[in-house]
């Protein structure tokens, strides 16, 4: 048996890292539980191909649902950036709903703000975030195109001996900054677009980089919607930093935070101290997580 990392992952195939070796991997049947961060145990199966043959025990796993299945994120990472810009706009929705991702995980986030050189749209832009900066998660300025060695400068240490994932909507600059995070990133994405089959200038799969020894970065493919079905109620309202202090005080002790009586939470949005879309997004979620099918 082989020891691997899983580094790129496309619909059912894997690229994994043994030791700089770098094979094609397969499941047995079609399990497909695995994700882009996985320690795997393998069977070399010819010169560069392998299948998995197990999982080690994840310590984080980041992931999206609908109400039928899951889709994995990545495994094992510390932290997460979500990336968004000045310019393609970006959806607040989306965002909530990867810092309720992170927080259900157990994953520090951050947000990213790129391009920042595009002068017309930043203040705007600013506003938005606004939101965000008040609950405490770091809201980072750069520009991977104007300043990439100031960028540089802001990342890095931020990166330096963890392991990260950047996700985000297509178009926010994602790749732009693995590249100047990632010496040859270019180069390791083309290899791994011949060997996935893909090879469009959009990212389509996961991957894995390695910075140094004890520093990975991951670039993930834009997304457009968040699905959240698979978080319980009770991780939910978790979820939100801004509920934190106000838990346990509502009239009931079974509270759901929607229309009850004397709720420590609506009490929060009526004065204003909770933001009505942040308690809008709660609603929605605790609605969907009670559509959910076949978990
Ligand atoms: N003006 C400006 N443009 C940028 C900056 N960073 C990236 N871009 C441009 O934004 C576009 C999208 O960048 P990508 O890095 O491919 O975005 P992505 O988030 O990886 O997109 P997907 O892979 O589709 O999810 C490209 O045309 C980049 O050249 C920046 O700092 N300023
Ligand atoms: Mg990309
Ligand atoms: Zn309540």
Do not use: W
Not at 4 to 30: E, W
Not at 163 to 191: C, F
């Amino acid at each position: 048996m082989t020891q691997g990392v899983v580094i790129a992952a496309h619909g059912r195939h894997y690229l994994a890292d043994a030791r700089g070796r770098k094979l094609q991997c397969v499941t047995r049947g079609k399990k497909s539980n695995v994700a882009v961060g996985d320690v795997v145990e393998l069977q070399e199966t010819s010169a560069n191909q392998a299948v998995i043959e197990s999982i080690a025990e994840r310590k984080t796993l980041l992931y999206r649902s609908d109400q039928y299945k899951s889709k994995l994120l990545a495994a094992n990472v510390t932290q997460l950036f979500i990336v968004v810009a000045t310019e393609p706009g970006f959806t607040e929705d989306l965002v909530s709903r990867a810092l309720v991702a992170a927080q259900a995980a157990g994953i520090k986030a951050h947000l990213i703000l790129n391009k920042i050189d595009v002068a017309e749209a930043l203040e705007k832009t600013r506003q938005r975030l606004a939101l965000y900066a008040g609950l405490d998660y770091p809201v980072l300025e750069v520009s991977a195109k104007a300043t990439p060695r100031a960028a540089y400068d802001t990342l890095m240490p931020l990166l330096k001996g963890q392991s990260s994932i950047l996700i985000g909507q297509s178009g926010m600059g994602k790749s732009s900054l693995i590249n100047l995070l990632v010496p040859d990133a270019d180069i390791a994405t083309r290899e791994i677009s011949v060997a996935l089959d893909t090879g469009k200038h959009t990212t389509t799969f996961t991957r894995l980089y390695h910075i140094d020894a004890d520093t990975t970065v991951i670039d993930s493919p834009g997304f457009q919607e968040f699905g959240l079905y698979h978080l319980t109620e009770g991780m939910l309202e978790r979820a939100f930093p801004e509920f934190a202090s106000r838990l346990g005080k509502c009239k009931f002790y079974n509270c759901h935070h929607v229309n009850e009586p004397e709720c420590a939470v609506l009490t929060g949005v009526k004065e204003g101290e909770i933001a009505a879309t942040r308690h809008a997004l709660y609603v929605q979620l605790r609605h969907e997580s009670l559509q959910t099918i076949g978990y």
